[in-house]
């Protein structure tokens, strides 16, 4: 009988089968013999070679490796290993944080700016501030898909934080004239809030700007054109219309348009453009209107043509605007400095800061403060006001009103866990997912 031919034997049964291999035999039937024991067993076997002793090896290794949920290796691949953590725009960061400050410094002076030095630096931070933050929140919206995750995200970061500091300002406005308002329309933005609106918009028109052969300049002509009829307060279409092609133009950039900014001609060109703008906002601040900054009235408002001259005018304000905000980017610093984190938080300090001046407004505040001194002092508190405001306490105690979380407002949708129905509820907290300025 040969060793392919010998019967199993049941395991169960009181007499087992052991298979002996006796070193140096070459016939497998003469080295088999049976003995009483438990299981099969080798004894002494044959030496292996090199090859097999290494796959061997590599096959134990494999073997003890943890596994994931669905049992594969827990290795990673070469996909898995090619990722990275997306890593912040430094650059993006540090301009960010100055735009933020930019604005509350020239709100701060505002009511000081009939005095010459300050209506010339009013004048010239609203040459530029707001569309450079525009271009860069466009710039920064290029992933919005409109999905419903997205969408859900946008209405919690910019709509609801919308409605509840338009809240606090008209119960502001009625105690500080004593009642009501005629009209208490949440399509009216007070003061500040026009660019919550304005970004709400522009967000939800970017998978269309995304097909456009042309968008930039598509947006240029509907800003020009649009802009010569009456445009009303309502949703600040005013605002909307004029500051889309900024919008655009960030949404149509990329980060290798960035790196040309790095070049020496560029930022030598850049500093001549900002000494050639103040040298300009001099004489304009006492000619020109503000509304031509502003960005908020039709031209039909102006006291001339609304065609020929205010379209050539409204293209030259674009092209001081976009010159500047270049120029500003290429003066920036690409490295990490002491303020580059606080770029992550100019959504708390653009909502707060209008509830602090406010107040000021209000008080004898700039009563007193006037001048030189009043321009001063003006100034360090728009800067103080714009680092309190990135304080962690302070983000803290703002933080029910500027990133309401989604549970008391949204409900759960299509039998999915909350998590999974809101997915991120703080967008802009985390420091290290960078999104849009405001």
Same mark, same amino acid.
């Given at each position: ?45 044959? +030496? ?62 505002? +009511? ?91 967000? %939800?028109?970017?998978? %269309? ?19 010569? =009829? ?20 960030? *949404? ?19 500093? %001549? ?68 984190? *606080? ?31 009043? %321009? ?14 990135? =304080? ?13 979380? +989604? ?32």
């Amino acid at each position: 009988m040969s060793v392919d031919e010998i019967p199993s034997v049941s395991p169960t049964r009181a007499t087992r089968h052991r298979i002996r291999v006796h070193p140096g035999s070459t016939d497998r039937r003469s080295s088999v013999r049976h003995v009483r024991s438990g299981t099969p067993e080798v004894e002494n076997p044959p +030496p292996r070679d090199p090859e097999s002793l290494v796959a061997s090896s590599m096959t134990r290794m494999e073997s003890l490796r943890p596994k994931d949920e669905r049992g594969a290796s827990a290795r990673p691949g070469p996909s898995q290993a090619s990722k990275k953590t997306p890593v912040r725009d430094s650059r993006l960061d540090n301009a960010k944080f100055i735009l933020i400050a930019l604005v509350v410094i020239g709100h701060a002076i505002e +009511p000081v700016s009939d005095y010459g030095p300050a209506s010339a630096l009013y004048y010239w931070i609203y040459f530029f501030h707001m569309p450079a933050f525009i271009m860069i929140s466009g710039y920064l919206s290029r992933s919005f898909d409109a999905s419903s995750t997205r969408v859900e995200k946008l209405v919690l970061t910019v709509a609801v934080p919308y409605l509840i500091f338009w809240t606090i300002h008209q119960g502001f406005y009625a105690i500080e004239r004593g009642g009501l308002p005629d009209s208490l329309s949440i399509l009216k933005p007070t003061w500040t809030l026009w660019f919550l609106v304005a970004l709400f918009l522009w967000r %939800l028109s970017v998978p %269309l700007w995304k097909r456009l052969r042309w968008p930039v300049a598509t947006a240029v002509i509907i800003s020009l054109f649009a802009a010569t =009829t009456d445009l009303s307060s309502t949703l600040s279409m005013g605002r909307v219309v004029s500051l889309l092609p900024f919008f655009v133009l960030g *949404l149509s950039l990329r980060r290798e348009h960035f790196d040309h900014l790095d070049r020496l001609w560029v930022r030598v060109s850049a500093v %001549l453009v900002l000494a050639a703008t103040t040298l300009l906002a001099l004489p304009i601040s006492g000619d020109f209107s503000r509304e031509w900054v502003f960005w908020r009235d039709s031209l039909i408002d102006r006291d001339i043509d609304p065609l020929m001259p205010s379209v050539g005018i409204r293209l030259l304000f674009m092209g001081i605007a976009l010159a500047m905000t270049f120029a500003v980017l290429a003066l920036t610093p690409k490295r990490r400095t002491w303020f580059t984190s *606080l770029g992550a938080y100019t959504l708390f300090v653009y909502l707060g800061h209008s509830v602090v001046l406010l107040v000021f407004k209000a008080s004898p505040w700039y009563d007193v403060l006037t001048g030189a001194s009043g %321009l001063a002092v003006n100034v360090a508190l728009g800067i103080a006001l714009t680092l309190l405001l990135c =304080t962690p306490w302070v983000r803290k105690c703002m933080r029910w009103a500027v990133e309401p979380r +989604p549970t008391w407002l949204l409900g759960q949708g299509d039998g999915e866990p909350d998590e999974k129905a809101t997915g991120s509820t703080r967008a802009g907290t985390d420091p290290k997912s960078q999104k849009a300025p405001v």
